[in-house]
């Protein structure tokens, strides 16, 4: 028993939190609330789903014109290049410890490329 509660632990809670949830909508805790407090505790969105547009065409650059740092992408870049050589090498460090075959070069230049 104890591990479906390992397993399932949080599906489990979330179905307890929504039940409790719903119980206090049920019974109108929020109703004499501000509307902001209403709208944190629903538990049933389903006015939000039904007032909400069908097609919904976006806006370019809602929050203003793309900025490009050239030290954010050097850094990134560089990062990039630190998890592959770091995966590159966890990966034959496997193949070595676990006595496995050596991989052939052939095999490892096309993840270099």
Do not use: D
């Amino acid at each position: 028993m104890r591990s479906i509660y390992n397993c399932f632990a949080l599906i489990i809670s979330t179905a307890i939190v929504w039940t409790y949830a719903q119980i206090l909508a049920s019974s109108g805790v929020y109703n004499h609330k501000s509307p902001q407090t209403q709208s944190s505790c629903r538990s049933n969105p389903i006015a939000l789903i039904s007032a909400a547009p069908w097609v919904y065409f976006p806006h370019p650059f809602l929050w203003g014109k793309p900025n490009f740092h050239l030290g954010e992408a050097v850094a990134m870049t560089a990062t990039s290049l630190v998890a592959f050589t770091k995966s590159t090498g966890t990966f034959l460090a496997v193949a070595r410890y676990g006595s496995a075959t050596p991989i052939p070069p052939s095999i490892l230049s096309p993840s270099v490329s």
